[in-house]
């Protein structure tokens, strides 16, 4: 008597509606999280994504529909490209930018939305576009290092496809600082580590966590910041690893509002910039950062 995989829970449509301010126009984006993820606080890749194009929403159809969407909780999140400048065939262009408007998102009891998905947050910036002036394309990290590893960040506008960057500074209101740096493990399959992350210190951060004064809602534009690489790595718990996982790495910058940046990226091909990739080496000599 043969035994097959027990069935996995049904499916069925998860349908809901799109509230905007009126006047706004733009194709709408909508994206389903595991409970607890996505923007602003978890930035996390969407286990569905769906769209309401601008013309639908002239038209006064503001409904969107994920066609196959297990039982269980879900997060709903979203905004409206106002622009219409997003690209979702590139990772990093593939998120809000100045002038799109937010969702706060919903936490989803099940596939029932029981209120509209209000995209009404207007974003103050572009994604933290950023470049390391003077870097190689092979960067190489110790994974002892004998001296503190030093380097900065600048904004970059890439050949004009962004128009307003900048750094937000800022702080929410458990005083978590923002935006947090870190290179990011990229283990290989059956590599172990996954997950591991190198953190980054924003050298200026007292002086600028000073300046913010403990309000949530300011914000502190910057076109550079200076970095110190620390010397060990964490889980994604936060927990102190033995050593650094040997192997590739991704520079991650996290914004407040929940923008993200990495290097490399998406738009590697055709903005050499953007294609700077970073290793971790078992040695203990200086980085190759300028």
């Known amino acids: 008597m043969g035994c097959g995989a027990p069935p996995g829970p049904a499916s069925r449509a998860l349908e809901g ?34 769209a309401v194009s601008a013309v639908r929403l002239q038209d006064g159809d503001p409904h969107f529909v994920f066609a196959s969407v297990p039982d269980g909780p879900h997060r709903l999140w979203g905004f409206l ?26 936490e989803l009891a099940g596939r029932a939305v029981p209120e509209p998905l209000v995209l009404d947050v207007p974003t103050p910036f572009d994604p933290p576009a950023f470049e390391i002036a003077g870097a190689e394309s092979f960067v190489v990290l110790p994974d002892q290092p004998l001296l503190p590893v030093r380097f900065s960040i600048q904004t970059t506008r890439l050949s004009d496809r962004l128009h307003q960057v900048a750094f ?49 809602l300011r914000i502190i534009p910057l076109d550079q910041l200076p970095l110190t690489v620390l010397p060990f790595a964490v889980d ?55």
Request: net charge negative.
């Open 236 to 290: 994604a718990t936060g927990a102190q690893l033995p050593v650094i996982p040997v192997g590739e790495y991704q520079l991650v910058v996290v914004e407040q509002s929940g923008q993200v940046w990495t290097l490399p990226n998406g738009l590697a091909a055709a903005e050499p910039s953007q294609a700077t990739r970073f290793f971790v080496q078992h040695a203990a000599f200086a980085s190759g950062l300028p």
């Open 17 to 50: 509606v799109l509230s905007i301010p009126e006047g706004a126009v733009g194709d709408a984006y909508v994206f389903l999280y595991a409970p607890g993820e996505g923007p602003p606080t978890r930035p996390a890749v969407p286990e569905l994504a769906t």
């Open 81 to 106: 490209d106002r622009d219409r400048n997003v690209r979702v065939d590139v990772d990093v262009l593939a998120q809000p930018g100045a002038g799109d408007l937010t969702a706060r998102g919903l």
């Open 168 to 216: 937000a500074v800022s702080q929410d209101a458990l005083s978590t600082f923002y935006p947090q740096v870190a290179f990011r493990f990229l283990a290989k399959p059956g590599q172990a580590g996954e997950g591991a992350l190198i953190p980054c210190f924003i050298e200026s951060q007292l002086q600028l966590q000073q300046a913010l004064g403990g309000d949530p």
